[in-house]
C-alpha cells in the first residue's frame, strides 16, 4: 500500500487518490521534533523493582522502534537532505529557567509530560545519532507545538520554506500538535511515519489517520526521498 492510500481515517475513504506532491528544495525543510537524550536513556533494568521493571517492559516496544526504524531512518533522510542542500532544522523541550518556572501549564501538570528540562543539561539535548550541525537551526519550546512556543514560524517565513516535512516524537503529542499548527499557518506538511513513534505502534497509528490528509500527508521517508529525487 503506497501513501496514497494508507492511514486514512472514515473522513478520506473514499477520497481519490492524491498527486504527486511538488517540494521545491529551496522551499522545503525537514523539521526534527524532541528525539532528546531524555526519552532515550533508560537504567538497567535488573536495579529496578517490581514496578520499575514493569513499566520498563511497557516502553520497551518504544524504544525498540526508535532505535531500529526512526533514528536510522531519520538520520538517512537528515543526510539525503544535507546532501541536497535542503534546510534540517530542529525542535526540542527546554526551559531557560533551572528551577522550569518559564515552562507551560502542560509541561507542569503532573504525569508524563512534566517535564523539566533546563536548557543546557544533558537530557534536553537533541541525541548524538540526530545531532545538528553547523548553523541547522534549532529551536527550544516548552509547549507541545514547535509553531506556537518559538520563533519558528518567523523563522520559516525568512528562508523562504513553504513545505515543512516532519519527523520525531511522540506522534500524538508534540509531533501533532506542530503538525496542526503548521497546517492552520498554511504551510504544507508532510509526516514520516517511520521517523515518528508514539508510546504505543496502536497510538501511532491512530494519530497518523487523525491528522492525514487534513492536516497533512503522511508517507514513508523512502516516498518522500523518491518523491524528492534525493539520497
Known amino acids: 500500500m503506497s501513501w496514497k492510500t494508507a492511514y486514512r481515517s472514515l473522513y478520506y475513504a473514499d477520497m481519490p487518490e492524491p498527486d504527486d ?30 514496578a520499575g521493571r514493569a513499566a520498563y517492559d511497557l516502553w520497551t516496544p518504544f524504544h525498540e522502534r526508535m532505535h531500529r526504524v526512526v533514528i536510522p531512518n531519520t538520520a538517512a533522510t537528515m543526510a539525503a537532505f544535507r546532501g541536497a542542500g ?48 553547523g548553523d541547522e537551526i534549532v529551536v527550544t519550546k516548552t509547549t507541545d507545538s ?14 523562504g520554506i513553504r513545505h515543512v516535512v516532519v519527523a520525531g516524537i511522540f506522534t500524538d503529542q508534540c509531533v501533532s500538535s506542530t503538525v496542526r499548527s503548521l497546517a492552520d499557518e498554511s504551510f504544507d506538511v508532510v ?33 518522500l526521498r523518491e518523491m524528492m529525487g534525493i539520497g
Open 86 to 133: 535542503v534546510e534540517v532544522m530542529f525542535a526540542r523541550i527546554a526551559c531557560q529557567t533551572m528551577d522550569g518556572r518559564d515552562r507551560s501549564l502542560s509541561q507542569k501538570k503532573p504525569g508524563f509530560n512534566n517535564l523539566l528540562l533546563p536548557r543546557d543539561e544533558r537530557a534536553s539535548q537533541i541525541v548524538p545519532a540526530l545531532a545538528p550541525r
Open 191 to 223: 509526516v514520516l511515519e517511520d521517523c515518528c513513534a508514539a508510546a504505543t505502534d496502536e497510538l501511532h497509528r491512530k494519530e497518523l489517520e487523525i491528522i492525514n490528509n487534513i492536516y497533512c500527508h503522511v508517507m514513508s521517508a523512502a516516498e
Open 146 to 159: 514547535a509553531l506556537t512556543g518559538t520563533s519558528l514560524r518567523l523563522m520559516l517565513h525568512n528562508v
Open 21 to 50: 506532491l511538488v517540494l521545491p528544495r529551496a522551499q522545503t525543510a525537514l523539521l526534527v521534533i524532541d528525539v532528546q537524550n531524555t526519552y532515550l536513556e533508560r537504567p538497567e533494568r535488573d536495579s529496578l523493582d517490581a
